[in-house]
């Protein structure tokens, strides 16, 4: 039976990855990292670290496998339909005023909060005025969501999800269904640019009027949200938004007096200057 990853484990394993592979995942939060560790050890049937620590050495697919693996994969349309809700009623009519729009999605997985961004831009009359900027560590997860394929099983919890938010169209114009999979509509994806970026060690890359990173602060140490936080501010336009999950927080954070609450309970924020 495997045993728990000790820290001396973990500190050699991200160390190996770092060197050879330039991902930095120091400061991400050791318990979660641990768990995927071991998830993708058992998955992968290694039983002991210095197999792992070899592999990872010796085969960089192997290493690919493993980043796709315990790197953020889940999401889905409208996760969280309130907060979409609130950003259809309070924030996309201040972001109007903007004559473009630039959005970023910061660790957008396989980009189902993006389709669902892009619908409430639809239906506000803005998408032809916006850019939106897709972007995950995971090189698998961005070619999956340019792709713009989700499990059609999917389906029926996301029209209930996307009613939740006060949508009154029929949902499944959005999309085009398969026999497995219904893909987005590309005339709604015209505006979506989708790129390769590393909270962690890339630096601002354009300045935005809103920045989605929802359920990803999570996987970080306090450190680390701090640093992705001077990231997004320095990133935002000035009274620019920023939404994190709804179980993220930036009240322990030295960057905190640098925005205004739009929305405390669904986790919106703005910019003060």
């Given at each position: 039976m495997m045993e728990d990853l000790t820290k001396d484990e973990l500190d050699t394993l991200v160390g190996v990855i770092r060197k050879q592979y330039g991902y930095d995942f120091t400061d991400y939060a050791q318990a979660s990292l641990k768990r995927r560790f071991q998830r993708f050890m058992g998955h992968s049937s290694i039983e002991e670290v210095t197999e792992l620590t070899e592999r990872l050495q010796q085969d960089p697919d192997f290493f690919l496998r493993m980043a796709q693996f315990i790197t953020v994969n889940v999401t889905e349309m409208f996760r969280d339909p309130v907060f979409y809700k609130v950003l259809r009623e309070q924030v996309l009519p201040r972001l109007a005023t903007w004559p473009i729009i630039k959005i970023w999605h910061a660790g957008c997985a396989t980009g189902e909060e993006v389709f669902s961004m892009i619908i409430l831009l639809h239906e506000a009359g803005l998408l032809d005025r916006c850019r939106i900027y897709a972007t995950d560590l995971n090189a698998a997860n961005l070619d999956r969501a340019s792709k713009a394929m989700i499990p059609l099983k999917f389906m029926k919890d996301y029209t209930q999800n996307y009613l939740q938010t006060g949508g009154t169209e029929d949902f499944s114009n959005y999309y085009t269904a398969g026999d497995d999979y219904a893909v987005i509509r590309p005339h709604l994806r015209r505006n979506i640019i989708f790129s390769q970026h590393n909270l962690v060690t890339d630096q601002v890359f354009n300045e935005f009027q809103l920045i989605?990173?929802?359920?990803?602060?999570?996987?970080?140490?306090?450190?680390?949200?701090?640093?992705?936080?001077?990231?997004?501010?320095?990133?935002?336009?000035?009274?620019?938004?920023?939404?994190?999950?709804?179980?993220?927080?930036?009240?322990?954070?030295?960057?905190?007096?640098?925005?205004?609450?739009?929305?405390?309970?669904?986790?919106?924020?703005?910019?003060?200057?």
């Open positions: 989605c990173c929802r359920n990803v602060f999570i996987y970080f140490n306090r450190q680390l949200q701090n640093h992705v936080l001077r990231l997004f501010y320095d990133s935002l336009s000035p009274l620019g938004y920023l939404a994190l999950g709804l179980k993220e927080s930036m009240m322990f954070s030295e960057e905190k007096n640098r925005f205004e609450a739009v929305s405390g309970p669904h986790k919106i924020f703005r910019r003060k200057s």
